[in-house]
């Protein structure tokens, strides 16, 4: 069982800038694939960015060039650096984990930005 703990949204004008962080109970090394998915208000959750075991990323193209998924392997962290952010970013973010056998969703951060 993998529980992961998301940290790092709150309030921010557009434009700026947020970090989000998602620390993981095990090591990543132990995850296949790390990701980022967000849910705006009446719409469905969404791919952000995805990293791999092997630093490989991925990223939804209209966020690419905005958006930086990264990980450190201690203390188990997976980070989305989130710049020029605008209101359509205003969503809850979600950290997802896919091992061989299963997947695990955090609780989400939220994120709102102010036109």
């Known amino acids: 069982q993998v529980q992961l703990v998301e940290s790092g949204g709150g309030l921010v004008q557009a434009g700026g800038s947020l970090r989000l962080s998602c620390v993981a109970s095990?090591?990543?090394?132990?995850?296949?694939?790390m990701s980022w998915y967000r849910q705006a208000p009446g719409k469905q959750r969404e791919l952000v960015a995805t990293?791999?075991?092997?630093?490989?990323?991925n990223y939804a193209d209209s966020l690419k060039g905005r958006f930086t998924i990264s990980r450190v392997n201690a203390p188990n962290t997976v980070y989305l650096q989130m710049a020029s952010l605008k209101p359509e970013d205003t969503a809850v973010y979600y950290c997802?984990?896919?091992?061989?056998?299963?997947?695990?969703w955090g609780q989400g951060t939220q994120v709102i930005v102010s036109s």
């Open positions: 095990e090591s990543i090394f132990n995850i296949v694939t």
């Open positions: 990293i791999t075991s092997g630093g490989s990323t």
């Open positions: 997802n984990a896919v091992t061989w056998s299963s997947q695990y």
